[in-house]
Structures are given as C-alpha cells and as structure tokens.
C-alpha cells in the first residue's frame, strides 16, 4: 500500500519570503504521479503542481517549485515570494496507474504581513 | 465556470434524518469519488465510481450510500445522520490520465 507523510502539521513563513513544505511517501511502483494541493480556508481543493514520476524534470508553475526525488522518495513543494493568499492547508498526494489517490496528512500554512 | 458543483454549499440536517448531498460536474470525466473531510483531516475516500461501476472503501459505514444515474449527476445519501458524521463532503471527478483530481467546494454538512 502507498503512503504519504506530511511532517510539518504547520508552518509559517513571512510575507514575500520563501517556504518548503516537505513531502515523502512510500510505493513499490515505478510509474506514478505526485500532487500538491491547496484548500483555503473557503475550502475548495485546488491543484498546485503535478509532477510525473517518470520526468526527471522538477515542475515548476510560478511562484511554486518542487523538488522530486524519486530514489529518496521525496517530493517537496518550495513557495516562493510568499503572498498572503497562499495561507492555506495543503495536501501531498500520490497517485499511481491505476488512478488511486493517497493524500498525506496536510501541513497548515500561515502567512504572517 | 464551476466544472465540479456542489449543492448546497450548506446542509443542516437533523440527527436521524436522511439527506442528500448533490455533486454535478461539466467535465464529462467518467470516475467521481465522493470524500469525507473532517477538521484539520485530510479527505477520506467513501466510494467512487468508474462509470457505472460502484467501488466501495472497506470501511465506508452502512449508513453512507450513493447514486450515479448519469455521467453529469452523482449523489451521496445518508440514511440517518449521527452527530459524527458532520463534516465537510468533497466531491471530485477524474480521468485515468495522471492528470489528477477535479475538487467541487464541498458541502458542508451541520447535524443537529
């Protein structure tokens, strides 16, 4: 079975500072897909970042960045310029072939002016 | 443009009385899964279907049941409401691509 851990229940970063969330998880497979998301506090799940298992390549969509590695098992998320609107919960997730998804715990995000 | 909806945004029900949660999604994706998330908690999966094909969670209580009549429209009853079962009911839809999941805004659901 897959497993994701989330280490940090919360976290705080200052506005316009950078912050990694960290993510591992556990899986024999190797083909899978790797998620962060974001729910705000009016709590509709939102994706952030996707990254496939088989790209080498670290996904990158803005602001946010992450750091796959795929032998450690490891798949954090970096935010960078920190804005007040990135304040949320967000979820690590696995996913593998056949379309299952695994959620980690989720790591609380404050963005302190 | 909303793809996954959920309505209402709010349900008050009391303990015992059946309810129904709504989730409708424009994606024409074929798999829903209907989650339950409770405070501070991450989702936990009830059941999803694969189009019409029913996939229960092991450990998805009796009480919970679903409907899906068509690819648009998928429903979540609760036969009788305990207090435990107030939380926040997530509805998502995919397709079997790795493109991942689809989130409606919830329903939050308040038993009295």
């Known amino acids: 079975a897959q497993t994701v851990t989330q280490s940090q229940p919360e976290m705080s970063v200052q506005e316009a500072e950078t912050v990694t969330l960290s993510c591992t998880y556990d899986t024999s497979e190797s083909n899978y897909y790797l998620f962060w998301y974001k729910q705000p506090p009016s709590r509709q799940m939102i994706l952030v970042i996707r990254q496939e298992a088989y790209k080498q390549q670290n996904a990158t969509e803005n602001r946010f960045s992450v750091n796959f590695q795929k032998a450690a098992k490891s798949f954090s998320l970096k935010i960078s310029d920190s804005q007040l609107g990135d304040t949320a919960m967000y979820f690590c997730a696995f996913m593998n072939t056949g379309n299952q998804f695994y959620f980690g715990t989720g790591t609380s995000l404050t963005v302190i002016p | 443009d909303a793809m996954v909806i959920q309505n209402p945004r709010y349900q008050v029900t009391q303990f015992g009385k059946p309810v129904t949660l709504s989730c409708s999604q424009t994606?024409?994706?074929?798999?829903m899964y209907w989650y339950q998330q409770k405070s501070s908690q991450a989702p936990k999966l009830l059941f999803h279907y694969y189009d019409k094909d029913f996939n229960n969670e092991a450990d998805t209580p009796d009480n919970f049941q679903s409907r899906r009549p068509n690819t648009s429209f998928c429903f979540l009853d609760i036969r009788s409401p305990g207090l435990g079962d107030a939380a926040m009911y997530l509805c998502a839809t995919s397709i079997p691509d790795g493109s991942g999941y689809t989130f409606g805004s919830g329903t939050r659901l308040t038993v009295v």
């Open positions: 994606l024409n994706h074929n798999v």
